[in-house]
């Protein structure tokens, strides 16, 4: 990670992003310890889609935890203001709606630091919207990478080792795997499939 002094007490917004397995909520969780330690207040937010591990809490793959709110509209994140947080983390930004981007802009803009995680890439190498707009918005950001499980080199890729037509399909280690650009396998979707790609929000992954 880089070593990030922020110029000021201004809010601003980072950006945590790689493929899946590259350590992002185990960041997040740290960057939001480390406030803890500081003696910052802070709220961790999810959205409702992702109860992979448990409801109201971030669990990294390797089993670190906080406590979180669970939100279905990104605008419910802006009540937090009323606390007056030092921080707002948010995980699995991916699975947010584009008006993620406002909600993280009036944040920072209201001296929050704001730390968002997400993927940069669905199931097909894509970018994932809205994660490269946050990029393009953030002050900083870590681009995080896996292990490929094929050769062992930087992963930036999430295969996905099942097929499946499902729009969204939550899943861990037995559905995805980290692979480098070598060897990520581009999987065709069948011609079902791609009507319902094209008509998804957010994408798949
Ligand atoms: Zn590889």
Sequence with gaps: MSNFFPPNNHGWIETITGCMFSGKTEELIRQVRRAHLAKKKFKIYKPALDQRYAKDLIVSHSQQKLTSTTVENPQDILKCLDSQPDLVAIDEVQFFSEE??????????????????????????????????????????????????????????????????????????????????????????????????????PAEV
């Design 100 to 201: 993620i981007i406002s909600v993280c802009e009036v944040l920072a803009s209201s001296g929050v630091r704001v730390i968002v995680a997400g993927l940069d890439t669905d199931w097909m190498g894509r970018p994932f919207h809205p994660v490269p707009q946050l990029l393009a918005i953030s002050e900083l950001v870590h681009k995080l990478y896996a292990i490929c499980g094929v050769c062992g080199q930087f992963a930036t890729r999430t295969q996905r080792l099942v097929s499946s037509n499902k729009n969204i399909l939550l899943g861990s280690g037995e559905i995805y795997q980290a692979r480098c650009r070598e060897h990520f396998e581009l999987q065709q979707p069948t011609h079902q499939s791609l009507g319902e790609i094209h008509n998804a929000q």
